[in-house]
């Protein structure tokens, strides 16, 4: 069973910046797929981006140019770089990983953009 643990959220004024973190453990093998989903309080969870362990990426259009997603195999960690942030980036964070055709999610860290 594989374990993601989120860590890095928190409050951040408006044009800031937050470095997200996951740590995946309970396997010996690292999820393919790795990414991060989002909440707004009131909405749909929605995809924010993904990335595979080849390297290829994928953005919502709501965070290209202000988001970065990473990920070391080696610690079996993913990480969203969000710059710029806006109050609409308001949410909780929810790490996702997929392996073997199963989905994994962290229980999520929420960030909140506020003056």
């Known amino acids: 069973q594989v374990q993601l643990v989120e860590s890095g959220g928190g409050l951040v004024q408006p044009g800031g910046s937050l470095r997200l973190s996951c740590a995946a453990s309970g396997s010996r093998f690292t999820p393919n797929i790795m990414g991060w989903n989002r909440q707004a309080p009131g909405k749909e969870r929605e995809l924010v981006a993904t990335?595979?362990?080849?390297?290829?990426?994928n953005y919502a259009d709501s965070v290209k140019g202000r988001f970065t997603i990473s990920r070391d195999n080696a610690k079996k960690t993913v990480y969203l770089q969000m710059n710029n942030l806006k109050p609409e980036d308001t949410a909780v964070y929810y790490c996702y990983g997929q392996l073997f055709g199963m989905d994994h999610w962290g229980e999520g860290t929420l960030v909140t953009v506020s003056s």
């Open positions: 990335i595979t362990g080849g390297g290829r990426i």
